[in-house]
């Protein structure tokens, strides 16, 4: 088992700027890839970002330019750095570990309780 724990969530005006964190209790080498997801209320869990131990990271399209995924393997720890917000950016923020570097949610073996980002215009 993994426990994720994400952190640094909150309320921020458009054009504002946010840092997520999530520590893992352990490194799994089944579960190599680590990735953020986001959920709206109403709406499906979307793949934001995802990178593996080493190497590129993957983004969505909505995202691509604004934000930076990011991790510290001596830390367990995964990071996402949020610029220039927008309102649709509005969600419960997820991390997870899995075993592709996939954006699919069905990749992903152990999810974090999310942290939530709100975006005002």
């Known amino acids: 088992q993994v426990q994720l724990v994400e952190s640094g969530g909150g309320s921020v005006q458009a054009g504002g700027s946010l840092r997520l964190s999530c520590a893992a209790s352990?490194?799994?080498?089944?579960?190599?890839?680590m990735a953020w997801f986001r959920q709206a209320p109403g709406k499906e869990r979307d793949g934001v970002a995802s990178?593996?131990?080493?190497?590129?990271?993957n983004y969505a399209d909505s995202v691509r330019d604004r934000f930076t995924i990011s991790r510290d393997n001596a830390k367990n720890t995964l990071y996402l750095q949020m610029n220039d917000l927008k309102p649709e950016d509005t969600a419960m923020y997820y991390c997870a570990t899995g075993r592709y570097k996939s954006l699919v949610h069905n990749d992903y073996d152990y999810w974090g309780q999310g942290t939530q980002v709100t975006v005002s215009s």
């Open positions: 352990r490194y799994t080498y089944d579960t190599p890839y």
């Open positions: 990178i593996g131990r080493v190497g590129t990271a």
